[in-house]
Each structure stands twice: as structure tokens, then as C-alpha cells.
């Protein structure tokens, strides 16, 4: 019975999917629409929220099953997401 388990929880482990969150980096340059930050920086282990002074995040979502991972903007203080990244609407 341990076994089965134990087995039944490392096959949960493979299903699930890698989330990676990111802080947006501030705006640089002189059209204000890059960061000076690389994306290894600016990884997150969570995303805290707080009324009024959350800040804006982006989120990777990758399954065992999927292509290319989906990414998504989140601007948590309008609790809508920005847009999703890599499709045109």
C-alpha cells in the first residue's frame, strides 16, 4: 500500500506545472520600455498582494504536454491580466 502510494504522489510531481513568476523591472531607456534588469534577476518566489500596492507581475505556465509555455501580464492592483504575451488580439 506505501508503495502505490508513493508512486500515485510522483506521478502528481510530473503532472503539475512549472509556474515562474517575475516582477516587472522598472522602465529604462528613452522610450521608457525596457528594463535594465535580466529575467533571472527579477524571479520571484511569490507574488505577495496588498490592496493598493501590489505591483504588476508576469507569470510563465509550463505542462509536460504544451509546446511552448503560455505567458501571461498581471496587473494585480486592477485584478484583470494585461494581456497574454506572444498573441496578438
Given at each position: ?44 518566489k ?7 500596492s ?36
Amino acid at each position: 500500500f506505501e508503495t502505490r502510494k508513493e508512486e500515485e504522489n510522483e506521478v502528481d510531481k510530473d503532472e503539475s506545472p512549472k509556474v515562474t513568476f517575475w516582477a516587472k523591472g522598472p522602465l529604462a531607456g528613452a522610450g521608457g520600455g525596457s528594463s535594465i534588469y535580466d529575467d533571472d534577476v527579477l524571479v520571484v518566489k511569490r507574488v505577495p498582494f496588498h490592496f493598493g500596492s501590489s505591483a504588476p507581475f508576469r507569470v510563465e505556465i509550463e505542462t509536460e504536454d504544451m509546446r511552448d509555455p503560455e505567458s501571461y501580464e498581471f496587473d494585480p492592483f486592477s485584478g484583470y491580466h494585461l494581456e497574454k504575451l506572444g498573441q496578438e488580439e
